[in-house]
Every structure is written in C-alpha cells, then in structure tokens.
C-alpha cells in the first residue's frame, strides 16, 4: 500500500500576526523575521514527512517485509515436504513388512520388521559366496515363510534366486523413490548367491 503525503508551504502561516508569507519560485517558503528579532539562520531547514530520504527508507522496510514473508514461506513448504529418506512398506504379511529407505550418507536400506521390531536388514550391496556374488538378506518369518529381500544397484530390473532345493527364481525389482530392491516370499530357504540382471539379461556386477 502506498501512503501519500502533503508537504510544502500549502496552508502554512506565519506565527508573527499572520503577515504575508512570501513565496520562491522554488516552491519553498521563504524566510522572515519580525522587527527586532534576529535574522533567521539560512540553510537549516527541517526535512518533511515525504522527503526523499523517508521515501527511500519506507522502501526498505517494504523490501524487507516482503524477503521476510518470502523467506518464511520457502521455509514453511520446506518443512510441510515429505522426507525422502522416510521409510515406505513395499511388502507385509501375517505380523512381518518390508520397509525400504535412504540412510544418512545416502546409501538404499532394505529392512524386515516382525511384531514392529527389527529383525534383518541391510544397506547397500553386500556380497559374498562364490565369486563374490550379490548376497541377498532372508529371514524367516515363521509359519513355513522365509522372506527374502535386498536392495540393489541401479541399472539392475531383475535378480536370480539360487534357492535350496536348487531351483532359480527370477524376481522383478521395484523402484521406491530413490531405492531398487526386490521381496520374495518362499517355502524354501535362500542358498544364494543371488544373480542380478539388467533389462537386456546381462548380468550386473554389485
């Protein structure tokens, strides 16, 4: 909002019996004394509501005003975003989930909860077994079931499971914002190690 104001010799008058108040061409009012009293002192006048230097000082504090409110309103959509590193359920059953996020220094997680508590995990690629091989993570989660999950890096769409019992299971891999990994439900127990493919069937080394 701008505020206007009204300055200069409109409506002023001259305390000494309202003599004529000459005026300058300049717009200014000059100056006059009356007999007997001292001559007034020349270049002293006062600064009016208005002047420049209060005009550029009403636009500072507007300025400022407004880098306050647009500073805070970053700092408010800042917080209200959701955090990414926050951990999302990819998969659950009968007591047990899967939970998938980022840690501290970046790297994916991939964890098993049962009853709420934590049971196995892990961040990045671990690798291990023959050739050092990807290892995934498995748990068994009881009735039979053993969950068997991991993150994985990001060219890979899909993995190899080396089961037991000796059978391979391909298993698609899922993205969850900045996480790839892969669950598998199974009757049977992981063996590993766990072979991990890209889009064209290549094998991808961890």
């Known amino acids: 909002m701008w505020t206007s104001c009204n300055y200069g010799p409109a409506g002023a008058s001259n305390r000494l019996g309202r003599l004529p108040i000459p005026e300058r061409r300049d717009g200014n009012v000059s100056e006059m004394s009356a007999p007997g009293s001292p001559a007034p002192r020349r270049g002293l006048r006062g600064r009016g509501i208005g002047s420049p230097a209060t005009s550029w000082t009403g636009c500072l504090v507007w300025t400022a005003a407004f880098l306050v409110v647009t500073v805070g309103g970053c700092v408010a959509g800042l917080s209200l975003r959701p955090d990414d590193g926050a951990p999302v359920t990819v998969a659950e059953g009968q007591g047990w989930k899967v939970q998938v996020r980022t840690d501290d220094v970046g790297d994916a997680c991939a964890e098993l909860f049962v009853g709420g508590n934590l049971r196995a995990g892990q961040c990045g690629f671990a690798t291990g077994g023959g050739g050092g091989g990807y290892r995934a993570t498995s748990y068994d989660v009881g009735a039979g079931l053993t969950v068997i999950f991991g993150p994985v890096p990001p060219r890979v769409v899909r993995v190899r499971l080396r089961l037991a019992d000796g059978r391979r299971v391909v298993v698609p891999v899922q993205e969850h914002g900045d996480?790839?990994?892969?669950?598998?439900?199974?009757?049977?127990?992981?063996?590993?190690?766990?072979?991990?493919?890209?889009?064209?069937?290549?094998?991808?080394?961890?």
């Open 179 to 206: 996480v790839r990994a892969f669950v598998h439900r199974s009757r049977v127990a992981d063996k590993g190690p766990t072979e991990l493919l890209d889009a064209q069937g290549r094998t991808v080394r961890p």
